[in-house]
């Protein structure tokens, strides 16, 4: 198994109060090897948080996160981080900021500036090398961020709702262009979400993550004889969402 959650609990200090808010409670998931698992929940139910410890920016209360079989002690590049926000360098253009990961493992000059490239074709940005992220759309940035991430090869892609902020049409297209690259790559992905459609569009198999503190409620497995045509349109992607939609309302929580 790739990425293993063992009974993670997370909790936080609550100034002026002994007692601690717990974000995360036992929360047990397998993801395997080249897996594209969604998570998706109310808001507020942990979900970035559960990012978070497995990024290693932060540590849980109680259990533990493996990947390959050890355990997640912080940061590495074994991950690359796709955040909502484009978090691009202004100063840097494209090929620039796809170049950033690859200048920390230290690949020389000619190497890192092929790679870059090679990885902004990969999402679709040939001849936008060296445009500055104020000269690209919201869309456009997000690919470059994407491209970063992956030009230094990690094991696992991680994504919090990074495509929260663009426009239905171009959100659909990166959903489109994400799928092709996972295709390509077969990199594991975990990607967190807020949309039921988006969960159910891009993940293999969707956890439903229950209101603070967070758990995971169930696990479904998604799988559509083809993906010709408008999948939305398909019944079975109907089913899923009114399946996964009745889950969240239960919990009586507002969810996009």
């Not at 929940?41 to 540590?59: E, H, M, N, Q, R």
């Not at 993550?209 to 083809?226: C, E, K, L, N, Q």
Request: contains cysteine; negative net charge.
């Amino acid at each position: 198994m790739k990425i293993q959650f063992v009974d993670v609990t997370k909790s936080f200090p609550v100034r002026d109060s002994s007692v601690p808010f717990t974000a995360l409670s036992d929360i047990s998931l397998e993801v395997r090897e080249g897996e594209f698992l969604t998570l998706v929940g109310p808001s507020g139910c942990g979900k970035s948080t559960l990012l978070d410890l497995l990024t290693g920016l932060v540590k849980p209360t109680s259990g533990e996160i493996l990947i390959d079989g050890v355990p997640v002690s912080g940061p590495g590049l074994d991950r690359g981080i796709v955040f909502q926000q484009y978090a691009l360098f202004p100063w840097r253009t494209a090929v620039a900021n796809v170049e950033f990961g690859l200048e920390a493992k230290g690949v020389p000059r000619r190497e890192r500036r092929a790679l870059a490239l090679s990885y902004l074709e990969l999402v679709g940005l040939h001849g936008f090398a060296d445009r500055y992220p104020h000269e690209l759309s919201g869309g456009m940035r997000q690919r470059v961020a994407i491209a970063r991430s992956l030009a230094f090869d990690p094991d696992v892609l991680l994504m919090d709702e990074p495509f929260a902020a663009l426009d239905a049409q171009t959100r659909e297209s990166l959903q489109e262009e994400l799928l092709r690259i996972w295709e390509k790559t077969g990199k594991t992905i975990v990607f967190i979400t807020h949309g039921i459609d988006e969960a159910v569009y891009l993940g293999q198999r969707v956890a439903v993550m229950s209101a603070s503190p967070g758990r995971i409620r169930t696990v479904f497995d998604v799988s559509f004889t083809s993906r010709e045509g408008d999948l939305r349109a398909q019944p079975l992607f109907g089913e899923y969402r009114h399946e996964i939609w009745s889950l969240l309302r239960e919990e009586a929580v507002p969810v996009g």
